[in-house]
């Protein structure tokens, strides 16, 4: 069975590794948060916030042209129709409506390539909250138009400078935020990481992806479980979405897709599992790439969202037990990969999410599978990085 | 017998615990900064082991680590540093640090080797105290090191008692709710919050740290507890120093001396 403990842990992986000057606000989310986002009062609001506000259900896709070339059913989840272009404002939006019930008047979050960050600044908008959003000082430079966004919705966008200035310093700087400002402000993180009930927290919030996915696919193939699905990982929000309702259907077999970078071993690579050994990063003991001395090591992907150290714990668990399948791809390979999908279907994906169609050429699967693949979000944010690239 | 236990025996007011950085500014400097502070009367040593991602820490100790780090400092190298620091340093020595180089290290082994070389106690202050329980403890009474946690305004007064009882060397009181860095002035909402706890009567010595910066900061958060820590604004000294031993011993004493 995969499924959090009381004390936050996958197996070996999660808990609340935290300062004690967090311990109170970690404490007042772990004892509301069930609670609140069981009641039928926050379901209704977050309900009718993803059917008329997100545009939610998103479709589930028969990719014709590449169940044709890859000699499978491939069917393809969209949440790059979500509002926003990603599937992160599922969590976004179960978040603000869950500070709003704890009586918080502010909103902080960390942000890599500055989706989250959108996502989260839009339902500052949309409620009408304040938001500071952490961004680092180099992502900053790298990822503009977003950080517009963010200041076009209201949000303020604070350069975290410290470290290595990217993803893992804001998330620093966020907590850092959060330690001074513990009583008023909600810390929306944007990824299944972070302290105990964080990861659990926003695997719930995206889990709406497989509810639908088993719906629709009963609709279409009338059956509830395909035989493969697969994601992308960065944090894992959108694998662990698209894994949850079917963590315990061993008939699945759950894929999820990590960026090699360079090259696993090249010294420039997000390959997490490959390379990470068991350690305590933003408040969960998971899998960390890092020093012998215990230093985390910046990774690289070409893709932002996928440019993180560590790797939420319910994923180092699905590692760990072997119940998920890791594989890596290259940056090369999943730009070839974000291509061939604009050619075939006419969808321009994320460079993250192209990480995941790559994987198609090193699966082994049979020709009467069926395969879903989440589309977890739309290009246009990567459009300089396809013109960069060039080869098209 | 224990050197924290052994300071609290003889001295309960007006303590004074300095931290630094190890490998700031200057790799080799961990044992000339150490034996400066014990010169000048301070009274307990704190060494931050550096780490990449000090989530609790302010621009100042942030940027300490940053160098100590480019420095070449790592567990290791400390542990080699301090090999013979009981030649020639008499204070209670404690480690702070953030739990993932401990626990790449072994916890262990790292327990191991903090009784070897003469340290005293430790504050990990990512470590929660249900894993210290479970995992820790252990190890920690094994080689007869003091674990200090830490609390902040916002701690309920069951969780202080609850920390009181699993603490062994004294509690460290994070003055505001906030990360490092040195502060101008203590406000009446501290000073009530250092009241409160006062009132308490706890078994463990009471320590003030985050913002403690000058003889004045100093004198007032001590006249609610037994002492206080400064870090932040030690570092600041460091930094600036030309001559850091004659630079460290002025900074000491003007706090200290009346």
Same mark, same amino acid.
């Given at each position: 069975?995969?499924?959090?403990?009381?004390?936050?842990?996958?197996?070996?992986?999660?808990?609340?590794?935290?300062?004690?000057?967090?311990?109170?606000?970690?404490?007042?989310?772990?004892?509301?948060?069930?609670?609140?986002?069981?009641?039928?009062?926050?379901?209704?609001?977050?309900?009718?916030?993803?059917?008329?506000?997100?545009?939610?259900?998103? $479709?589930?896709?028969?990719?014709?042209?590449?169940?044709?070339?890859?000699?499978?059913?491939?069917?393809?989840?969209?949440?790059?129709?979500?509002?926003?272009?990603?599937?992160?404002?599922?969590?976004?939006?179960?978040?603000?409506?869950?500070?709003?019930?704890?009586?918080?008047?502010?909103?902080?979050?960390?942000?890599?390539?500055?989706?989250?960050?959108?996502?989260?600044?839009?339902?500052?908008?949309?409620?009408?909250?304040?938001?500071?959003?952490?961004?680092? /000082?180099?992502?900053?430079?790298?990822?503009?138009?977003?950080?517009?966004?963010?200041?076009?919705?209201?949000?303020?966008?604070?350069? /975290?400078?410290?470290?290595?200035?990217?993803?893992?310093?804001?998330?620093?700087?966020?907590?850092?935020?959060?330690?001074?400002?513990?009583?008023?402000?909600?810390?929306?993180?944007?990824?299944?990481?972070?302290?105990?009930?964080?990861?659990?927290?926003?695997?719930?919030?995206?889990?709406?992806?497989?509810?639908?996915?088993?719906?629709?696919?009963?609709?279409?193939?009338?059956?509830?479980?395909?035989?493969?699905?697969? /994601?992308?990982?960065?944090?894992?929000?959108?694998?662990?979405?698209?894994?949850?309702?079917?963590?315990?259907?061993?008939?699945?077999?759950?894929?999820?897709?990590?960026?090699?970078?360079?090259?696993?071993?090249?010294?420039?690579?997000?390959?997490?599992?490959?390379?990470?050994?068991?350690?305590?990063?933003?408040?969960?003991?998971?899998?960390?790439?890092?020093?012998?001395?215990?230093?985390?090591?910046?990774?690289?992907?070409?893709?932002?969202?996928?440019?993180? $150290?560590?790797?939420?714990?319910?994923?180092?668990?699905?590692?760990?037990?072997?119940?998920?399948?890791?594989?890596?791809?290259?940056?090369?390979?999943?730009?070839?990969?974000?291509?061939?999908?604009?050619?075939?279907?006419?969808?321009?994906?994320?460079?993250?999410? /192209?990480?995941?169609?790559?994987?198609?050429?090193?699966?082994?699967?049979?020709?009467?599978?069926?395969?879903?693949?989440?589309?977890?979000?739309?290009?246009?944010?990567?459009?300089?990085?396809?013109?960069?690239?060039?080869?098209? | 017998?224990?050197?924290?236990?052994?300071?609290?025996?003889?001295?309960?007011?007006?303590?004074?615990?300095?931290?630094?950085?190890?490998?700031?500014?200057?790799?080799?400097?961990?044992?000339?900064?150490?034996?400066?502070?014990?010169?000048?009367?301070?009274?307990?040593?704190?060494?931050?082991?550096?780490?990449?991602?000090?989530?609790?820490?302010?621009?100042?100790?942030?940027?300490?680590?940053?160098?100590?780090?480019?420095?070449?400092?790592?567990?290791?190298?400390?542990?080699?540093?301090?090999?013979?620091?009981?030649?020639?340093?008499?204070?209670?020595?404690?480690?702070?640090?953030?739990?993932?180089?401990?626990?790449?290290?072994?916890?262990?082994?790292?327990?191991?080797?903090?009784?070897?070389?003469?340290?005293?106690?430790?504050?990990?202050?990512?470590?929660?105290?249900?894993?210290?329980?479970?995992?820790?403890?252990?190890?920690?009474?094994?080689?007869?090191?003091?674990?200090?946690?830490?609390?902040?305004?916002?701690?309920?007064?069951?969780?202080?008692?609850?920390?009181?009882?699993?603490?062994?060397?004294?509690?460290?009181?994070?003055?505001?709710?906030?990360?490092?860095?040195?502060?101008?002035?203590?406000?009446?909402?501290?000073?009530?919050?250092?009241?409160?706890?006062?009132?308490?009567?706890?078994?463990?010595?009471?320590?003030?740290?985050?913002?403690?910066?000058?003889?004045?900061?100093?004198?007032?958060?001590?006249?609610?507890?037994?002492?206080?820590?400064?870090?932040?604004?030690?570092?600041?000294?460091?930094?600036?120093?030309?001559?850091?031993?004659?630079?460290?011993?002025?900074?000491?004493?003007?706090?200290?001396?009346?």
């Amino acid at each position: 069975m995969i499924k959090v403990d009381e004390n936050g842990f996958y197996g070996k992986f999660g808990g609340a590794f935290i300062p004690e000057m967090l311990y109170p606000n970690i404490e007042e989310l772990r004892e509301n948060y069930l609670p609140i986002i069981n009641s039928s009062e926050f379901q209704k609001e977050f309900r009718y916030l993803l059917k008329d506000y997100v545009g939610r259900p998103t $479709p589930l896709f028969l990719a014709e042209r590449m169940s044709e070339k890859y000699k499978a059913k491939i069917y393809l989840k969209r949440e790059d129709l979500c509002h926003t272009g990603a599937h992160k404002v599922n969590n976004t939006v179960g978040q603000i409506i869950l500070a709003k019930k704890l009586g918080k008047k502010r909103i902080i979050a960390e942000t890599g390539a500055g989706q989250h960050g959108v996502a989260t600044a839009t339902v500052c908008a949309l409620m009408g909250m304040d938001c500071t959003v952490y961004m680092g /000082a180099v992502d900053i430079e790298r990822q503009k138009p977003n950080v517009e966004r963010m200041r076009i919705l209201g949000a303020k966008v604070v350069p /975290a400078t410290s470290g290595s200035q990217t993803l893992k310093d804001a998330t620093n700087e966020a907590m850092r935020q959060w330690i001074n400002n513990p009583v008023d402000t909600h810390y929306i993180i944007g990824s299944v990481v972070g302290p105990h009930p964080y990861p659990e927290m926003v695997a719930t919030f995206q889990s709406v992806i497989s509810e639908e996915i088993k719906a629709q696919l009963l609709e279409k193939e009338g059956r509830e479980n395909p035989d493969l699905v697969i /994601a992308c990982v960065g944090g894992g929000s959108n694998a662990a979405g698209s894994f949850y309702h079917y963590y315990n259907e061993p008939s699945v077999r759950l894929i999820a897709v990590e960026a090699a970078g360079l090259g696993v071993f090249s010294g420039k690579s997000a390959a997490t599992t490959s390379l990470g050994k068991l350690g305590i990063l933003h408040g969960s003991r998971t899998l960390l790439m890092q020093t012998e001395d215990g230093q985390v090591v910046e990774p690289h992907s070409i893709s932002a969202g996928l440019d993180y $150290p560590g790797i939420g714990p319910v994923h180092a668990h699905l590692f760990d037990t072997g119940r998920g399948e890791f594989i890596a791809v290259e940056d090369e390979d999943a730009m070839v990969a974000g291509i061939e999908l604009s050619r075939l279907e006419g969808i321009i994906p994320a460079i993250e999410t /192209a990480h995941a169609f790559s994987a198609l050429n090193q699966l082994s699967y049979n020709a009467s599978d069926i395969i879903v693949i989440n589309v977890s979000g739309r290009g246009d944010k990567d459009l300089e990085t396809y013109i960069k690239w060039g080869n098209y | 017998m224990n050197r924290v236990d052994e300071l609290f025996k003889k001295k309960s007011t007006n303590i004074l615990s300095i931290y630094f950085t190890a490998g700031f500014p200057a790799l080799e400097d961990t044992l000339p900064i150490m034996k400066a502070i014990e010169a000048a009367g301070a009274d307990i040593i704190e060494i931050g082991i550096p780490y990449s991602d000090p989530i609790a820490d302010g621009p100042t100790i942030q940027d300490s680590n940053l160098v100590a780090l480019n420095n070449g400092m790592s567990l290791r190298k400390l542990f080699s540093q301090l090999a013979d620091m009981r030649k020639e340093v008499a204070l209670p020595v404690i480690l702070m640090g953030y739990l993932n180089p401990v626990v790449q290290y072994g916890i262990e082994d790292f327990c191991q080797k903090c009784k070897e070389v003469g340290v005293d106690g430790l504050i990990l202050p990512d470590l929660p105290m249900n894993q210290y329980l479970s995992e820790y403890k252990p190890f920690f009474d094994k080689y007869d090191l003091r674990n200090t946690f830490l609390i902040s305004p916002q701690t309920s007064e069951h969780r202080i008692r609850e920390i009181d009882e699993h603490t062994d060397g004294f509690i460290y009181m994070v003055s505001s709710a906030s990360i490092t860095g040195a502060k101008s002035a203590i406000s009446d909402e501290q000073l009530a919050y250092f009241e409160r706890v006062r009132n308490m009567h706890l078994k463990n010595p009471r320590l003030i740290g985050f913002g403690i910066s000058d003889r004045a900061s100093f004198k007032s958060a001590a006249s609610y507890s037994h002492g206080a820590i400064i870090g932040s604004a030690f570092i600041n000294v460091l930094k600036a120093a030309k001559d850091q031993e004659k630079e460290i011993i002025a900074y000491i004493k003007g706090i200290i001396n009346d």
